[in-house]
Structure formats: C-alpha cells, structure tokens
C-alpha cells in the first residue's frame, strides 16, 4: 500500500514553488478578462500575523502576504507542534487551530455590484469543525473580503457578522486602500476639445471622482492630435464610430452591435462653433457627462425629432 500525504492543487492566483513543496504567495493578482489588478503586499506585518482580533474567547490571527515559518511559535497545536498557517484561532486552552493555509484569490461575493474588492480564501484548515452540527467534517477555511476604501489607509480585518456566517467558513471584513486596484487607461476618461485650424486637445480625467483605484498610472498630460471639420447624419439603427479623434470624409455610418438601437437622425458635430460636440451622440451610445470648461448641455425638438447637443455657454 502506499502512505502519505496526497498532492494539492495551488490555489487561483498562485504556482508551486521551483521545488514543489509549497505554493508561492504571490500577493499580486489581476481579475481575469480585465486590467484590474491588485496589489495586497504593502499589508504584510513583519510579525507575520495582524494584531489579534479578539472574539468572545478566542484569538484570531490573519498572515496577508507573509510566509508563516515552519517554526511557527505563535500558532501550534493541542501537542504543542507549530502551525504553517495563514489563518490561527487560539482557543482559550492556548492552543492553535488551522483555518485555512492554502491561498487562492476569487472575485468579491455577497456584496453589490457597486463595491469593488476582492476575496482571499484559505482553505484546507483542520478538518473536524461539523462535526458540531452532526454532520461529516469538513476542513475549517477562512474568507477575507477585501473592500475597496481609498480613505482606509491600511485598515485592519474585523470580523463579518458572526464570523461563522457559513458553516465551517470564518469571515472577515478588511477595508483597505489596498483593496482597490491599480489606477490603469480603464479609469480614465478622454475629452475631446474643438477642432481649431486642423488640430485639436485632447484631455484626460479620472473617470470617478473619488477615484475608486490607486498608485498605477498617472494622468496622461494633454495631447494634440490632428482632426478635420466634418458633419454625418446616420438613419434609425445605425451610428458612427468614434474614430478617436482623427475624423475624415470617408467616415460611414454603421449597424447598430446587436441588443443596442439608435433613434436616427442625430449629428455629430466636429465643428463646435456652430453648437456642437463629436463627442454628443445621444443617437450613437454617447454618454458623455464630462463637459469641457465654458460648455452646457441643451435638449431640442425639431420635426418631431428629439436631439441634444453642445453648446457655448
């Protein structure tokens, strides 16, 4: 017969080590199919653990972006061995109990669309923890719901509701600075100025304000990009491409992507002397809220047809 420990599967987020003993704790992450990425190492504490939390009678203990050591004096078990655990509860005999020790990183749960962050999960915590429901044990695993506070600084893990909202799973609540992504293009917006003797500004603004990101890119300096003074009219389901700013006459209208729709009729305007905006096509999907110094917004109806546009104001 064979005897041993089976092999493990690293977690989301992480690769085995060159020797294959452990995974590495890799404390960047980007979501995948976006450019949100996350940064958690200015969050390692040089102890290894955050400052305990205290519950009732018991200890918690959180390792963020920390190798716990083999040789773990602060967290061991009811023999006295040390615990290489991200996630320790001391029970009030003194002894330790692994909540998980294995890292993997998921999209934020259980919250609104609106609040940005995102899961740490250690699981493979011991197992034994149903059995004080009467029913199979499971390994004990600890969630830490980052969420995205640019006001946070650090911040520190508080416990979610109960802690145990779900059976066997710990959960806490970490409002951090560094639980919002790194500021990249995705966070910001591009405005367009008039086109002026052939040429054009071209100006950059966080799209949030507050921005919901950090540290990253910065702000792109104004650029000057050559453009022509042109006017489209496109018919109902059909719109024209915002072509970034370098409009020529062979621009054409095209179909609306399936699942959008457009009224028709709408100009676009690069020529904003007589009133209006390429970036003001309430018939084409624009939603451009972000005015230019000395702009406004006005709605009119003519023929029976509904328009909008900008103008000087």
């Known amino acids: 017969s064979v005897s041993g420990v089976p092999c493990r599967l690293c977690g989301e987020g992480t690769v085995p080590t060159a020797d294959r003993t452990a995974c590495?704790?890799?404390?960047?992450?980007?979501?995948?199919?976006?450019?949100s990425t996350f940064d958690f190492s200015p969050l390692s504490q040089p102890s290894f653990y955050t400052p305990p939390i205290v519950i009732s009678d018991h200890i918690y203990l959180l390792s963020v972006c920390n190798q716990v050591p083999a040789k773990n004096t602060t967290c061991y078990?009811?023999?006295?061995?040390?615990?290489?655990?991200?996630?320790?509860?001391?029970?009030?005999?003194?002894?330790?109990?692994?909540?998980?020790?294995?890292?993997a990183y998921a999209p934020l749960a259980d919250y609104a669309d609106s609040v940005t962050g995102l899961d740490m999960i250690y699981t493979g915590g011991l197992a034994g923890c149903a059995k004080f429901?009467?029913?199979?044990?499971?390994?004990?695993?600890?969630?830490?719901h980052f969420l995205c506070d640019t006001t946070a600084g650090k911040g520190i893990p508080v416990p979610k509701g109960a802690l145990e909202n779900k059976m066997c799973v710990y959960e806490f609540e970490w409002r951090s600075l560094y639980a919002c992504p790194e500021c990249s293009m995705d966070d910001v917006e591009e405005v367009y100025g008039p086109c002026v003797n052939g040429q054009r500004q071209i100006h950059y603004y966080?799209?949030?304000?507050?921005?919901?990101?950090?540290?990253?890119?910065?702000?792109?300096?104004?650029?000057?990009?050559?453009?022509?003074?042109?006017?489209?009219?496109?018919?109902a389901g059909m719109y024209v491409i915002d072509d970034g700013g370098n409009a020529s006459d062979e621009e054409t209208c095209v179909a609306c992507p399936g699942g959008?729709?457009?009224?028709?009729?709408?100009?676009?305007?690069?020529?904003?002397?007589?009133?209006?905006?390429?970036?003001?096509d309430d018939n084409n999907n624009g939603n451009n809220n972000q005015l230019p110094p000395g702009m406004n917004h006005i709605n009119t109806c003519?023929?029976?047809?509904?328009?909008?546009?900008?103008?000087?104001?």
């Open 77 to 103: 078990d009811d023999e006295g061995k040390p615990l290489v655990t991200s996630s320790c509860q001391l029970t009030p005999d003194g002894y330790g109990i692994d909540l998980g020790n294995l890292l």
């Open 24 to 35: 590495t704790l890799n404390c960047t992450y980007t979501l995948p199919g976006t450019s």
């Open 260 to 280: 959008t729709f457009s009224l028709g009729g709408g100009l676009r305007i690069d020529n904003w002397s007589n009133g209006g905006s390429d970036d003001d």
């Open 302 to 313: 003519t023929g029976g047809q509904v328009c909008s546009q900008w103008r000087v104001a």
């Open 206 to 235: 966080w799209a949030e304000n507050p921005t919901q990101c950090h540290d990253g890119i910065k702000l792109p300096p104004t650029r000057i990009v050559n453009c022509t003074i042109t006017t489209l009219t496109c018919p």
């Open 133 to 144: 429901y009467n029913k199979t044990d499971v390994p004990r695993q600890t969630v830490i």
